[in-house]
Each structure stands twice: as structure tokens, then as C-alpha cells.
């Protein structure tokens, strides 16, 4: 079947060193001019390879193989590298004041030395500027070969980032220096509305793997309701508490607990055959953990002070939207099957089975890799 060798696929790849490519996040510190400080933090060994998030992961890309042999050196053997293809880097930013090209100059490169090539990397890059005398505006955009970009600015005397999700070559718009507007509330809707989409298709495969969990065991619509909106409510709750920073955990918690949540969802449509009543409260449970692994990319976005309910709940409108197409992808999928006799005997089983391998594979990795 066409949805048990995507599944195949899939565990293939987490166990041959594919690596999730996640857009760059570069703040751009403003508060002590003229010096202008920019640190990009990112994957080293993908930019060095010319690997752009217009790939999900490192294997999809024709330089895979540049890729892993980057991957493989210690933290000295890849600054040496990347020092002298860095320079051409800095080249390719589009940094403006005035429509005036900044020249950037690389200060340092900070890698961490992690041996365990089954995981990304990431490192931060520090360039800096000066900020022109008189300059009124600046203007942003990250090499469009590399895809997309998280940009944030911070100005002298003023609280909170300017934030900005960037498409692949995108200019940002421009930024007064003497103070940042606020997007409108229709433009703050659209950008969050956007990420939360495209957080769980393409990038929230993790999450997308639960909900097909949840998927499989229902039939029919109405307990898959049920299930779906106790998610939503679990991870809208916790997802807003961590942003307004009354509970949070950290990532080396929050991420093999979420894994291990696919495995019990699909083990046990493996054991039953039926739907039972207090399933509702284990996904309920399971969508708190979900809701702290959504808030991570919201934190490292940044959200604008005086549209923060309005940037909260299309956030969480995009996720929605993300779960239902990949539970509609599934259902068309198999639809032909889902009522026949062998329905769990050819579907149900062997895809949950496989959904249970991939997050067995990935709470181990979260936990000791």
C-alpha cells in the first residue's frame, strides 16, 4: 500500500543520517550603534553545502554527500573550512541602509564539538556591520539558494524584537531605525497563520505521525472529533501558558516524550480493535506535551507585544489547518480500503506498526543520541 511504503520511507530515512532542515534564526542587535552585531544560529554544515530549506532534510538534497562528509569533522576541522567560505556568504546577504549595501566582516564561529554525526548540528555565526551615519531604514534578505529565514531586530531603547518569518530570497520590509512599527493585525494573522501550517506540514512530522495515530483506530468521523479537539484544547493550553511564561519544560524533555506519545497511540491501535472512552483523556494528556514542543517555535519567532492574542490564535488556527490536511491525505489514501473487510488487518496494523518503529527510533535517539 501507497501509505505503508511513505511510512517505510520514512523510518529509512531517520536511520541514515537524514538531519531536519530548520530555517536559520539571525538577530540583528542594533542596541549600541554604529556597531551593528548580527548572529545567525543554523545548521554550519548545510549552508557550507548549499543545502537551502526548500528540502525537508539533509538526504533530499542532490549534496547530500558534502553534507555528511561536513558532518563528520570535529568543531576545528569544519571553522577552518568555513572560515574561507563564509566571506562569499557574507557577500550574499542582502543587508541594506537606505538602499545602501552594507559590507559585513566575520568575527567568529561558534561550533559545538559533537562527535554523534546521527544528529544536526547547530552553530552560531557572528558577522558585524556599521551602521551608516544618518541612516533612516534597513533592509534584510537571507540568499534565496538557502530558503527560508527567521529574522529579528532588536533597537536601542526598546523593549521586545521585531520579528519576521522570510520565504526563500524574500527582502524584508523595511525597518525604521527609529522605531519599529507594528504589522497590522490582517498581516500579523497571515504571517502566524502560515507558520502554524507549515510547522506541522512540512516540518512537524512528529506531530503529523500522532494524529494519523489517532486516525487510524476511527472509522468514522465523530470519535475522530472527539480525539482532535481534546488535542487541540490540550496543546492550545499549554502552548499559551509557556508563551506567557507561566509553565514551560525544556526541549530534553518535551521532545522524547512527545516521540514516546506516537508509540503508545500507535501500539495500542495494534492491541485493540476498538475506540475506548478513556483514550480521549490519554490524548488530552499527550496534547499538553504536543502544545510545549509548538511554544519552542514561537519562542524562537518571537511575537509582536501588541498583537500578541491575535499572532497566539492564528498560530494555532495554521496548526489546525496542518493536522486536518494530513488527516484528509490519509483518508483519501485509504478510503477505497477503509471499509472492507481487511481494512485493519492490511491497514491498521502493519501502518501503526510502522508509525510505532519511527517514534520508538526517534525517543531512543531523543534520549541517548
Do not use: C
Not at 561558534?110 to 548540528?121: G, L, V
Not at 494524529?211 to 468521523?221: A, D, I, N
Not at 517555535?297 to 507585544?305: K, S, T, W
Amino acid at each position: 500500500m501507497f501509505i505503508l511504503r511513505i511510512l517505510f520511507l520514512l523510518l529509512l530515512s531517520t536511520a541514515t543520517g537524514a538531519h531536519e532542515l530548520r530555517p536559520p534564526v539571525v538577530t540583528i542587535d542594533l542596541s549600541e550603534p554604529p556597531r551593528l552585531d548580527i548572529e545567525v544560529k543554523a545548521n554550519l554544515e548545510a549552508i557550507l553545502a548549499g543545502i537551502g530549506t526548500a528540502h525537508k532534510d539533509t538526504e533530499d538534497a542532490p549534496e547530500a554527500d558534502s553534507y555528511r562528509t561536513l558532518r563528520a569533522r570535529s568543531a576545528d576541522e569544519l571553522r577552518e573550512v568555513a572560515r574561507g567560505r563564509l566571506s562569499g556568504l557574507a557577500a550574499e546577504i542582502g543587508l541594506r541602509f537606505d538602499d545602501a549595501p552594507a559590507t559585513l566582516s566575520l568575527l567568529a564561529i561558534d561550533i559545538p564539538d559533537d562527535p554523534d554525526t546521527s544528529r544536526a548540528r547547530t552553530s552560531v555565526i557572528h558577522f558585524q556591520a556599521e551602521l551608516p551615519a544618518g541612516a533612516q531604514g534597513m533592509q534584510w534578505a537571507w540568499p534565496a539558494r538557502l530558503g527560508d529565514s527567521v529574522l529579528r531586530v532588536r533597537l536601542p531603547e526598546q523593549d521586545g524584537l521585531h520579528s519576521a518569518w522570510l520565504r526563500a530570497g524574500e527582502q524584508s520590509e523595511r525597518i525604521a531605525l527609529q522605531g519599529i512599527a507594528e504589522p497590522s493585525t490582517g498581516e500579523t494573522f497571515e504571517r502566524y497563520l502560515v507558520l502554524g501550517f507549515t510547522h506541522i506540514v512540512p516540518l512537524g512530522i512528529d506531530h503529523i505521525l500522532f494524529v494519523l495515530g489517532l486516525f487510524l483506530l476511527s472509522t468514522h468521523w465523530r470519535p475522530l472529533l472527539y480525539q482532535v479537539t481534546a488535542f487541540t484544547l490540550a496543546h492550545t493550553l499549554t502552548l499559551g501558558l509557556s508563551i506567557y511564561g507561566i509553565f514551560s519544560l525544556p526541549p530534553s524533555i518535551v521532545e522524547p516524550l512527545i516521540a514516546a506519545s506516537i508509540v503508545f497511540i500507535a501500539i495500542e491501535n495494534v492491541l485493540s480493535a476498538q475506540l475506548h472512552p478513556w483514550r480521549v483523556a490519554v490524548v488530552f494528556v499527550f496534547g499538553l506535551l504536543h502544545g510545549l514542543g509548538f511554544a519552542g517555535v514561537l519562542g524562537e519567532l518571537g511575537m509582536p507585544a501588541s498583537q500578541f492574542l491575535t499572532a497566539l490564535l492564528s498560530f494555532n488556527i495554521g496548526v489546525e489547518l496542518g493536522q486536518l490536511a494530513g488527516i484528509a491525505g490519509a483518508f483519501l489514501l485509504v478510503l477505497p480500503w477503509m471499509h472492507r473487510s481487511g481494512y485493519r488487518r492490511l491497514i491498521v496494523i502493519p501502518a501503526s506498526l510502522a508509525i510505532a518503529a519511527v517514534g520508538a527510533w526517534w525517543t531512543v535517539e531523543r534520549v541517548f543520541l
